[in-house]
């Protein structure tokens, strides 16, 4: 018999009480049993950063979290984010900037991106490169979703 | 994929965290911010019966002075390290390897006891530790008991850690002078090569990541008087593995050039 264990968390701002498989990832329990799939599955060892969400105000990795972790936490996805209005100049310069293609990689890039915007008022390439590191994108060669978050964070690029 | 199936428990003291541990055995392993475990798991690399959750468990975290040096809880995470004024005063070495390790994402949950008691060869931590002359404190259900980080790593993912035992935290010594270097292809993949140095009372300690087994102390190197006798002799320290895009000889060539960055700024 596979364990289960009640969790309680906030997704969102909305309190969730759920009995949760040991085994189940914080991001598909996220998108599976709450039907957030704006958080998506990559490479599912913690390479590829399109899991990234947030708990507790910090940014991980939905696959390398159980979901009976965050038991007690405070976890916001793309859809709290974007909803909120606090994703808006990011998401504006993501798509003035051509920062995506097919998308996949977006939601976490913003994730990770907005981060970056609330640790730092200005930022080098250099500095905005590393902070996402952690995040693959397979389609822009990335100088355009480099631009977009300089755009935001310096106001220009 | 995703993981196999497993049992879950949080203790909230030592000592049931210690009676989980003994009644499980093999079966059981220690969980604290997973971001080596979880994958290990999902890649079914490693099947346990039950995941031993410690991070509920008190007297773990939280970066404490002590009359000489700083004590860091296994529980402390690679970004609290980053971002710590006490780490960047009193082991600035720590303070330049954090950065280092993989991404910000997995730096928000990955610690400090995590990542040595793993030991793996190209993580940042062992290596700073063996460089600091740090001393590992691990917790028993009979005790505390004290290890130096140059005896703790025995070999590749081999520590002094015994069954049932859980690395409660480590201490480390102040030096005069440190440096932290690494080459990795990306910020945050693994080092192909790495190296922590330290300078205290003149004496120079160069210990290498991703050179062996375990972090490797260059002997010859550190009591060298001059730059360019470090660079000779340090063929007699390192016969580093290759791996798929770098041989034996490119490491130890990148090594020397690694550990003329670090001479210079010692």
């Known amino acids: 018999m596979e364990q289960a264990l009640d969790t309680t968390m906030t997704v969102n701002g909305s309190p969730v009480r759920r009995r949760i498989p040991a085994r189940q990832h914080l991001v598909d329990f996220l998108r599976e049993e709450l039907g957030l799939t704006g958080s998506h599955i990559g490479c599912e060892h913690g390479v590829c950063g399109a899991c990234t969400v947030r708990v507790d105000g910090d940014i991980v990795r939905g696959c390398l979290m159980l979901a009976v972790q965050a038991n007690g936490c405070k976890v916001d996805t793309i859809e709290g984010l974007s909803d909120s209005g606090e994703l808006e100049a990011l998401q504006k310069a993501f798509h003035e900037r051509n920062a995506l293609q097919c998308g996949f990689c977006t939601p976490g890039m913003l994730m990770a991106a907005q981060d970056l915007v609330l640790q730092k008022a200005r930022c080098s390439r250099e500095e905005i490169k590393r902070h996402i590191s952690g995040n693959y994108c397979r389609c822009t060669g990335y100088q355009a979703i480099v631009d977009a978050i300089e755009q935001v964070l310096n106001g220009q690029g | 994929m995703k993981a196999p199936s497993f049992a879950y428990a949080r203790p909230g003291t030592l000592a049931e965290a210690f009676d989980l541990l003994e009644r499980h055995g093999e079966g059981a392993r220690i969980l604290a911010g997973g971001q080596s475990l979880i994958p290990s798991l999902n890649m079914r690399l490693s099947s346990p019966e039950l995941l031993v959750d410690i991070t509920g468990l008190a007297g773990l975290s939280g970066i404490e002075s002590l009359p000489k040096g700083l004590r860091i809880g296994a529980l402390v995470t690679h970004a609290q390290i980053e971002r710590s004024p006490e780490v960047k005063r009193h082991a600035p070495l720590l303070a330049q390897a954090a950065p280092h390790i993989a991404h910000p994402a997995i730096r928000n949950r990955g610690t400090l006891g995590g ?21 590992l404190v691990i917790a028993g259900k009979k005790g505390e008991r004290r290890v130096k980080a140059g005896a703790f790593f025995k070999g590749l993912f081999e520590t002094d850690l015994r069954p049932g035992e859980i690395l409660a935290a480590a201490e480390f010594p102040p030096a005069d002078k440190a440096v932290f270097v690494e080459l990795a292809r990306r910020h945050g993949d693994y080092a192909i090569i790495g190296l922590a140095g330290t300078q ?6 160069f210990v290498f990541l991703g050179a062996g087994a375990t972090p490797i102390l260059a002997v010859n190197a550190s009591k060298a008087s001059s730059l360019e006798e470090a660079r000779e002799v340090l063929g007699k320290d390192l016969d580093p593995p290759a791996d798929l895009y770098h041989s034996s000889a490119t490491k130890l060539h990148l090594a020397r050039v690694l550990l003329e960055r670090a001479w210079n700024k010692l």
């Open chain 2, 115 to 135: 990542s040595l008691a793993l030991a793996d060869p190209a993580a940042e931590y062992p290596a700073c530790a063996v460089a600091l002359d740090a001393t």
């Open chain 2, 200 to 205: 205290a009372a003149s004496r120079k300690r």
